[in-house]
């Protein structure tokens, strides 16, 4: 299993650099895994894939913080059969559809409008900074000294058609209205 | 019976058969039940660890993911459900601990480090080691690591062990008190029973039956021993009666080997069994076989009335069947029992007096039937099988001890005959040799006198002028030598041997009475005299002829035996009788009968010895007697178809009484009593071997004219006689001795008449008369005369002779 190994090599890297402070890991580098591992915890509708060769895109929106990261992170993985892509866009002008869509700072401005945009067809958003506006992202990272938190918006997940694993919001903050099934 | 107390009882025994048995199933039931709920457990724990661990893994898959080890600790206090759940700590993807169960647990309770590989479940000695991938979908999120102590196992096992030796505890008593209960339905009547079988030991009481308790298999075992004890109880029966019967047969056996006839034996035997068997009539019949007939010899003491009424006394003959005689002879028992069915004559008569059965038993011995054992019972079939084959038995001894009894009185009956007939010969040899000695001395004795009496006959006959005294000598001088000549003949008539056949003469018995006194008068005159004892001897004999046909010696030596008798009756003294008389016939075709009783005053006979006293070698003298004594008068009495009689009478005395026939016709006198004959001169050749016979016989020869010539000596004579054949002058006669050194008269004579054929041989002799008597004369002897000679009879031989020598020569060729 060498995607494996490689993940956990990779995982390990990262916490031998945070455990001895000079190297730590970036925060990207753990939201990189993060993002990865939302794919686990997040059930996406059947519609949001075209067919079963159609790939999970994982979008980011302005600047990449992640650098390789996240190429590193999704790489040879595969979501439910679907291969793992990464893509990037420039400007909301550029997004395209995508499952998980991450919106740096400094596409923040445009946010409101692309999550907008987004916001019905199971694009799962996520943002480490408050996107101002009526709109904001699904999830989001949360840096709380110097670990990362998530705090999720369940009405806007159900908005989306997106169905975020309980185990997920147990451990996060948990915004909206959980329905009581 | 003994009972080996080592050896536990059979209740015991089946009681811990029970327990053993409950025990080792409960035990293995309880073994394999604990085994099983030990897995059980093992692997319910190891499922309980691994589905709580799972659940556990699942929900902290967020908090590994999302790295928030608060989340996993709050996940993992969810162990807290389990208080056996001891440590559990979550470890990331690169093996560092994440979080660990309880929160404040040490660091070195948990490994340190935990790689993703080797995931799964570890039994340790006393916990329960999970290590559980934590997955999320498809992908690993990191690693779970549970422990669990045993403490659940063991708790349990623990409550388990517990139930368990409750339960073994009550089912062993359980099984103790149903055993205890039940084991008696088996032991008791193997109990009963071996109580019985030792009860009958000590008691020997074979009648008892155990009785059937219902099971089938001790029923069987209970059936056997009843058909065993019935079985030993028969055979004990059998037994006794056989032991009884043994016991009577050695009874009998010893009884009868004391018995020597047949006659003590059978009533032995007879006695004993109607006795001891018991029989209601016992007898036994004696078989002779040459008129095939049955007599009954001996009837019990207890039978005799029945004997009586059955007609079967002793001496009765017993008419039976032939083929019944037929089955005895072959040694065959007859067992009827029951006589009224059978219509043989002697059955019927059983049957008519309540005798209902009956066993003939046939005396056998050595193939021989000699008599038959006959027992009858009142009741019919009252003789078993083992009753016939005892007396069956008994048969066979009774005949052996009979036939032994016979071979031993046969065998001393043998034996006393060659015990006689060795004594009689022993007493023969010793009369023959007392014989010979005084045949001898009869010989010298009668020698010697030849020339008194010669020279006294020829002094009184020619010497007219002796005077009255000298003749008076003379003439008892003459009765003196004839009384010598007398008895010395008589000794020899005493010890000469019996002659086969008898020569009776006529003895006059008065005379012979006479001769026996005088001979025996040495014994009841001088030797009782030396004793002081008187022995006074009456005769009283008859005047009218008392003469009979008797051999005179054998007379005279049974009269001289019953004076001794008399004699040896009396040693305190007595009066000795003896009478003669005759007594004539009461019809006139019967002989007068001559009688001679010799008494005595002595001390008489008893009744056994009056009847044995003439049984041969039968004394009451002891050593002095010979026992032949009566024996010889006896045989001479019956020799002489006489009778002998004895009356007697113990301290009164004994008569024995002789009866003789009278002879017949005129009593003849003595030869002597011939006239005195004329003598003619011859020509006589004397030959002896004795010079002072040849001179009397010479002298008193001489004196009647003759020419004798002396040849002194048997050669001499013979000599001398062919000398003078040849001449004119042969001799006319010749007189030789007969007993002569070298030469005897025997020779003489033959020399004499092988010279001259007709020459007539006179031959004297001191054994003269025995030769005569014994008809020993030699050949070529024409007379013979004894010494001494008288001269009257040598006068009479030498005329009778010399008158026949012509005659002889006149007839040429006879010769004698």
């Known amino acids: ?181 | 019976m003994t009972m080996n107390t080592k050896v536990p009882a059979i209740r015991r025994q089946l009681i811990q058969m029970v327990l053993l048995t409950s025990g080792a199933v409960l035990l293995l039931t309880v073994t394999c039940l604990f085994a099983y709920d030990f897995l059980t457990f093992r692997q319910t724990s190891q499922r309980q660890l691994d589905t709580l661990g799972r659940a556990i893994a699942a929900n902290s898959t967020a908090a590994l993911a999302f790295n928030n080890s608060d989340d996993a600790q709050t996940v993992l206090a969810a162990f807290e459900v389990d208080p056996h759940i001891t440590h559990a700590a979550l470890y990331r993807l690169d093996g560092v601990r994440f979080a660990v169960y309880p929160s404040n647990a040490a660091a070195g309770e948990f490994p340190a480090q935990l790689k993703a590989d080797g995931t799964g479940f570890r039994f340790g000695r006393s916990d329960l080691v999970g290590i559980l991938p934590v997955t999320e979908g498809q992908r690993r999120m990191g690693t779970l690591f549970v422990q669990s102590d045993l403490g659940a196992i063991y708790d349990r096992m623990r409550l388990y062990a517990g139930i368990v030796g409750l339960v073994v505890c009550a089912s062993g008593l359980l099984a103790y008190f149903l055993s205890r209960r039940l084991q008696q339905r088996i032991s008791g009547p193997i109990l009963a029973l071996a109580e019985m079988a030792n009860a009958i030991s000590t008691r020997h009481d074979y009648s008892v039956r155990a009785s059937n308790v219902g099971a089938f298999e001790l029923d069987q075992l209970t059936d056997a021993f009843n058909h065993m004890l019935g079985t030993i109880q028969s055979s004990e029966a059998r037994l006794h009666v056989q032991l009884g019967h043994l016991n009577l047969l050695q009874h009998i056996t010893h009884a009868i080997g004391d018995s020597q006839d047949l006659a003590s034996i059978a009533q032995v035997v007879v006695t004993t069994l109607e006795r001891s068997m018991p029989l209601q009539y016992a007898c036994i019949a004696r078989y002779d076989a040459t008129v095939g007939t049955l007599t009954v010899s001996t009837v019990g003491a207890a039978s005799q009335a029945h004997s009586e009424r059955l007609a079967l006394q002793p001496g009765t003959a017993i008419v039976l069947d032939d083929s019944v005689i037929a089955a005895c002879v072959k040694g065959q028992l007859i067992h009827e029992p029951d006589t009224r069915r059978v219509a043989l004559p002697l059955l019927q008569r059983l049957a008519a007096h309540d005798l209902g059965s009956l066993v003939i038993a046939p005396l056998v011995a050595e193939r021989t039937l000699f008599g038959v054992l006959i027992a009858a019972r009142g009741e019919v079939g009252a003789f078993t099988s083992a009753d016939c084959e005892f007396l069956k038995q008994l048969s066979e001894h009774v005949a052996l001890a009979a036939r032994q009894a016979e071979l031993n009185s046969a065998l001393q009956l043998a034996y006393d005959d060659l015990r006689r007939s060795q004594q009689t010969t022993m007493q023969q040899e010793r009369l023959r040799a007392l014989g010979q000695i005084a045949s001898g001395i009869a010989h010298d004795i009668n020698n010697a006198i030849s020339p008194v009496s010669l020279y006294t006959e020829s002094l009184l006959e020619r010497e007219p002028n002796l005077s009255e005294r000298a003749r008076n000598y003379l003439t008892t001088i003459q009765r003196a030598i004839g009384d010598v000549a007398g008895t010395v003949a008589r000794m020899r008539e005493f010890y000469r041997q019996r002659e086969p056949q008898l020569s009776l003469s006529r003895v006059d018995l008065n005379v012979t009475v006479q001769q026996a006194l005088q001979l025996t008068q040495a014994r009841w005159s001088d030797m009782p005299q030396q004793k002081g004892i008187m022995i006074e001897v009456r005769t009283d004999l008859a005047q009218v002829p008392t003469e009979v046909m008797v051999a005179e010696g054998e007379m005279r030596d049974a009269l001289t035996n019953l004076i001794f008798n008399a004699v040896d009756a009396m040693p305190e003294g007595g009066t000795l009788t003896i009478r003669t008389r005759r007594v004539e016939p009461s019809s006139a075709d019967e002989p007068a009968r001559i009688y001679i009783e010799i008494g005595d005053t002595g001390i008489g006979m008893d009744e056994a010895t009056q009847r044995r006293c003439l049984e041969p070698f039968f004394t009451t003298k002891g050593e002095r007697g010979s026992g032949l004594g009566l024996a010889m008068v006896y045989g001479m009495i019956t020799r002489h178809s006489a009778e002998l009689q004895l009356d007697s009478t113990p301290g009164r005395g004994s008569t024995f009484r002789l009866i003789f026939n009278a002879a017949g016709g005129l009593t003849v006198e003595p030869a002597f009593a011939t006239p005195a004959i004329e003598p003619q001169p011859l020509r006589i050749l004397l030959v002896d071997d004795d010079p002072l016979l040849i001179a009397s016989l010479q002298e008193v020869l001489l004196g009647d004219g003759h020419d004798v010539t002396a040849a002194n000596g048997g050669q001499a004579g013979i000599d001398a006689f062919v000398a003078a054949s040849g001449t004119a002058q042969p001799f006319a006669i010749v007189v030789t001795d007969l007993g002569m050194p070298y030469v005897d008269g025997r020779r003489v004579a033959a020399a004499v008449k092988a010279a001259c054929a007709t020459t007539p041989v006179i031959l004297l002799t001191g054994w003269g008369q025995r030769l005569v008597s014994e008809g020993d004369i030699p050949p070529h002897v024409d007379r013979v005369l004894n010494k001494p000679p008288r001269l009257v009879d040598l006068r009479a031989a030498l005329n009778d002779l010399a008158v026949t020598a012509p005659l002889k020569r006149a007839q040429p060729g006879r010769s004698r």
């Open chain 1, 1 to 181: 299993m060498p995607k494996f190994v490689r993940h956990a090599g990779l995982l390990f890297a990262l916490l031998l650099a945070t455990a001895a402070g000079a190297t730590a890991p970036d925060e990207y580098q753990v939201e990189a895994v993060f993002l990865l591992h939302f794919t686990q915890f997040v059930e996406w509708p059947a519609q949001a894939f075209g067919d079963a060769h159609t790939p999970f895109v994982i979008g980011v929106l302005g600047r990449d913080p992640f650098g390789s990261a996240l190429d590193d992170a999704v790489r040879g993985e595969t979501v439910n059969g679907h291969p793992l892509v990464v893509k990037r866009f420039a400007g909301a002008a550029d997004v395209a559809p995508c499952q998980i869509l991450f919106i740096d700072r400094s596409a923040v401005s445009d946010a409101n409008r692309v999550i907008d945009s987004v916001s019905h067809n199971g694009t799962l958003t996520v943002s480490d900074v408050a996107v101002p506006g009526p709109q904001d992202v699904i999830i989001r990272f949360l840096n709380e000294d110097r670990r990362i938190r998530l705090r999720i918006n369940v009405d806007f997940a159900r908005t989306a058609g997106l169905t975020i694993s309980s185990k997920l919001l147990r451990p996060a903050q948990v915004i909206g209205t959980i329905p009581a099934q």
